[in-house]
């Protein structure tokens, strides 16, 4: 079975979105920071096993492996790109909504992006990434902050670095399988996920 998936990162600028989409589809790093001018977006096709599409299941539901071609988009998070975002959520699977862990106004700002997302897509699955965990040193929100806002409002929570390669897989493998449950009835047997 073939499937097509549009993921959405959002979230403020410099926080990694589009350094995400890249580790993923490309395995690539760029180290100079350069701005994402509206909307850009990469594709990669993966294969999930049956285990991998039952991981976060409170039963066994798939036997089969799934073949999903996987298009991760990401827009630039300045406030002059706000007027392209509306278009880019539509026919959105799944969102990521990506803040800097070392960065507290990138924190601040996740309910601005939730709220835009939410009232484009009502129903979407939605994943917080805390982003940059190679720097987890300089972490400027507390572990429990956002675990507390994770439960809050029900979203699942993937730590991630896009410079090490940490977590990206699984963030976007993660994404691909919560797409594929989107508005199916296998929703309800989901239990939460953090990582």
Known sequence: MNQL???ICVGSAFVGKTSLARRFTLNTFIHSYIPTL?????????????????????KEIYSEPMKIRMSCWDTGGQEMFTYLRPKYYTGATCAIIVYDITNQSSFDDLDVWVNEVLSKCPDIPVI?????????????????????????????????????????????HHASRLSHQYGEEMLKFRKEYIL
């Open 38 to 58: 509206g909307v850009s977006w990469l594709t990669k096709t993966i294969t999930l096993t049956p285990e991998q599409l039952n991981e976060n299941l409170t």
């Open 128 to 172: 917080i990434s805390g982003n940059k965990f190679d720097l987890n040193e300089a972490r400027s929100i507390d572990k429990d902050t956002i675990l507390d806002y994770i439960h809050l409002k029900k979203f699942d929570y993937v730590e991630t670095s896009a410079l090490s390669g940490f977590n990206v897989d699984k963030l976007f």
């Open 5 to 7: 998936q549009k993921i």
